[in-house]
C-alpha cells in the first residue's frame, strides 16, 4: 500500500524552484512579476545614479565654497565657473552674479536701486535654487510610487493566483497537499517580488529626500550668505554723490 500511495503521489510532484514558479505561473501572475522585476531593476538603478550625484555635488560643493572664500574676485570665480556652471552650487552662484552686474552696468547706486537689486538678486538665486533641486530630485516620485504600490501590486497577482489554484483545485476534486502548495506557492512568489521591489524604494525614497533636503538647506544658506555680501558692497557704492559702476564683489 505504501508503494501504491508514493506512486500516485509521484505524478503530482512539482518543482518549487523559483524559476519553476515563475514558469508555472498563469500569464497575469507573470506578467504581474515581468512589470514587478523590471521596476526593481530601475529602482536599482536610481538609486546608483542618486548616490553617485550625491557624492559628486557635495564634493564640488566643498571645492567651491573653499574657492569662494578664499578672499579672491568673485568676478573671477564667476568667469572661471559661474558662467557655465558644472554643479548646483556654481549654478545658484552664477544666478545670483549675472543678475548683480545687471543691476550694477545700469550706473548710480541709489538706496531705492539698492533695495531694489537685492531683492532681484535673491529672487534670481531662489529660482536657481529650486530649478537645481528639481533637477536633482528626478525620479523620486517613480521611488516614492513603487515604494508604495508594488505591494498592492504583488498582492493583485496573488490574489490573481490563488482564485485560478482554488478552480483547478476544484476541477481536479482533490485537495493533497501537492496539488494546493504549488499553485499556493506561485501566487504568494508575486507579493513577494512586489515587497523585494518596494522595500529598497522606500528606503532609498527616505534617504534621498533627507539628503536633498539638508543639501537644498546648504544652497539656501549660501544664497542668503552670497546675498548678504552683495548687499554690503553694493550699499557701500552707494554712497552720496557716487556714480559708475559697482566695484567687483569680494567675499568678506
Do not use: C
Not at 549675472?98 to 550694477?104: D, F
Not at 544652497?219 to 550668505?225: N, Q
Amino acid at each position: 500500500m505504501g508503494n501504491v500511495g508514493a506512486t500516485a503521489l509521484a505524478p503530482l510532484a512539482h518543482d518549487l524552484s523559483l524559476w519553476a514558479l515563475f514558469w508555472q505561473a498563469d500569464w497575469v501572475v507573470k506578467g504581474v512579476m515581468l512589470a514587478l522585476l523590471l521596476a526593481s531593476v530601475w529602482v536599482w538603478a536610481i538609486v546608483f545614479e542618486k548616490v553617485t550625484t550625491l557624492r559628486r555635488i557635495r564634493r564640488a560643493a566643498d571645492e567651491f565654497e573653499d574657492r569662494f572664500w578664499s578672499g579672491g574676485s568673485l568676478e573671477e570665480l564667476h568667469n572661471a565657473e559661474g558662467e557655465r556652471p558644472g554643479h548646483p552650487m556654481a549654478a545658484v552662484f552664477g544666478a545670483g552674479m549675472r543678475e548683480w552686474r545687471r543691476s550694477a552696468g545700469r550706473g548710480a547706486f541709489s538706496d531705492l536701486a539698492v533695495t531694489g537689486m537685492k531683492e532681484r538678486v535673491d529672487r534670481a538665486m531662489g529660482v536657481a535654487v529650486q530649478r537645481e533641486m528639481e533637477r536633482l530630485e528626478r525620479w523620486m516620485v517613480f521611488l516614492a510610487t513603487i515604494g508604495s504600490a508594488a505591494p498592492f501590486i504583488g498582492l493583485f497577482g496573488t490574489v490573481w493566483g490563488i482564485m485560478n489554484s482554488f478552480s483547478a483545485i476544484a476541477g481536479m476534486q482533490n485537495t493533497n497537499l501537492a496539488v494546493v502548495a504549488p499553485g499556493i506557492a506561485e501566487a504568494l512568489f508575486a507579493t513577494a517580488i512586489g515587497l523585494v521591489a518596494a522595500i529598497p524604494a522606500t528606503i532609498a525614497y527616505n534617504k534621498f529626500a533627507s539628503d536633498f533636503a539638508r543639501f537644498a538647506g546648504r544652497l539656501e544658506a549660501f544664497a542668503a550668505e552670497f546675498g548678504a555680501i552683495l548687499s554690503r558692497q553694493s550699499e557701500a557704492a552707494a554712497e552720496p554723490g557716487r556714480t559708475g559702476r559697482a566695484p567687483a564683489p569680494v567675499a568678506e
